[in-house]
């Protein structure tokens, strides 16, 4: 199942070691798509988010402050409904334990006392 994580860096809670190490977990369930991670193996930037958006069965939206004044989350998730896709919303906090993780920490979520409770606030029914 293709899924494409929608984020924005620009309010400083969401960095690239963050995004590598959620992309190696979802991975193990999911065919993720994080623009952050995939951007070099993409040759033309935009039109590749676009691709990966109409491609995806799921989004997943990272929720930190900065969202709601980021054009392009907003664009992700406007397509997103557009497109019937469920959308699940995983705020920033429970990622926090990934902020300063450096190569090696695949496992920290299976061991973090605190589980991941994504909410699902579209879904295609």
């Not at 999911?30 to 491609?55: C, N, S, T, W, Y």
């Not at 392009?72 to 469920?86: N, S, T």
């Not at 334990?97 to 909410?119: A, D, F, I, S």
Request: with cysteine; hydrophobic share 45%; glycine share 4%.
């Amino acid at each position: 199942m293709r899924l494409f994580v929608s984020y924005t860096r620009r309010d400083g809670q969401v960095n690239e070691v963050m995004l590598r190490q959620l992309k190696s977990y979802l991975a193990e369930t999911f065919e993720p798509f994080i623009h952050a991670v995939d951007e070099k193996d993409l040759r033309f930037q935009q039109l590749g988010v676009v691709m990966a958006l109409l491609r995806c069965h799921l989004i997943l939206v990272i929720e930190s402050p900065g969202i709601q004044n980021s054009p392009w989350v907003r664009f992700e998730l406007a397509l997103g409904r557009l497109l019937i896709r469920p959308i699940i919303r995983l705020p920033v906090e429970l990622l926090g334990h990934w902020r300063h993780c450096n190569e090696g920490c695949e496992n920290l979520v299976q061991n973090h006392n605190k589980p991941m409770q994504p909410t699902v606030i579209a879904s295609a029914d």
